[in-house]
């Protein structure tokens, strides 16, 4: 079974500077995808950003970009200049692609944004 | 386009009880999950759906939970009877199986807003 590990229940940063939210997985796929989503208060979850695994290059959406290390298991968001509509619940979540495309969702690090 | 729709989004139940919550996918979206998502944790996968067949439904409680999606399109999820721990917030969401790639634009994962259950 695959499993999504976020050990960051709470973080918090200030206004314009940078944070790191970590997350690992484990799993014995070699064809999957890792995604950010972010899930505002009261809101819809969205997507951040996604990763392919067979691709070495980490992913980037504006101010958010990712840390992949294959070899670690490791897939973490960076948020640079970081904003109050930032502050939000992120989920880490992985996808195996031989069949069915079944998401696992780790827990959620509760990021709060300060002016 | 149009979102992943989802009704109702409260209720309110007495345990014992029965609710049903309903769902529409994005259009053209072949994948069709629902996930229970308690307070303060990530959503969990109750079932998943393949058009009107079904790919995984291993953690769906079967002795109270149920869901179909007999025309491939919408879906409902029900629970007979209701229990204390099932208060959260259940989320539907749909893929499209969409091709990976910095032209593909969509998101793969899609998300309603979501049914908030409490149980009293």
């Known amino acids: 079974a695959q499993t999504v590990t976020q050990s960051q229940p709470e973080m918090s940063v200030q206004e314009a500077e940078t944070v790191t939210l970590s997350c690992t997985y484990d799993?014995?796929?070699?064809?999957?995808?890792l995604f950010w989503y972010k899930q505002p208060p009261s809101r819809q979850m969205i997507l951040v950003i996604r990763?392919?695994?067979?691709?070495?290059q980490n992913a980037t959406e504006n101010r958010f970009s990712v840390n992949f290390q294959k070899a670690a298991k490791s897939f973490s968001l960076k948020i640079s200049d970081s904003q109050l509509g930032d502050t939000a619940m992120y989920f880490c979540?992985?996808?195996?692609?031989?069949?069915?495309?079944?998401?696992?969702f780790g827990t959620g690090t509760s990021l709060t944004v300060i002016p | 386009e149009a979102g992943v729709a989802q009704s109702p989004r409260y209720k309110i139940i007495e345990k014992r009880q029965s609710v049903a919550f309903w769902c529409n996918p994005i259009?053209?979206?072949?994948?069709l999950y629902w996930y229970q998502q308690i307070l303060g944790q990530g959503p969990k996968l109750l079932i998943q759906f393949q058009n009107n067949g079904v790919v995984d439904d291993s953690q769906l409680p079967k002795d109270r939970f149920s869901a179909e999606r007999l025309k491939g399109v919408d879906s409902t999820l029900k629970i007979q009877p209701a229990k204390l721990e099932d208060s959260a917030v259940y989320l539907c969401?749909?893929?499209?199986?969409?091709?990976?790639?910095?032209?593909?634009?969509?998101?793969?994962?899609?998300f309603g807003a979501g049914s908030r259950l409490t149980v009293l």
């Open positions: 979540a992985f996808m195996k692609r031989n069949t069915g495309n079944q998401f696992y």
């Open positions: 990763q392919e695994a067979y691709k070495q």
């Open positions: 259009s053209g979206h072949a994948t």
């Open positions: 799993t014995s796929e070699s064809n999957y995808y």
């Open positions: 969401a749909s893929s499209s199986l969409a091709l990976f790639g910095r032209n593909s634009g969509a998101n793969v994962l899609t």
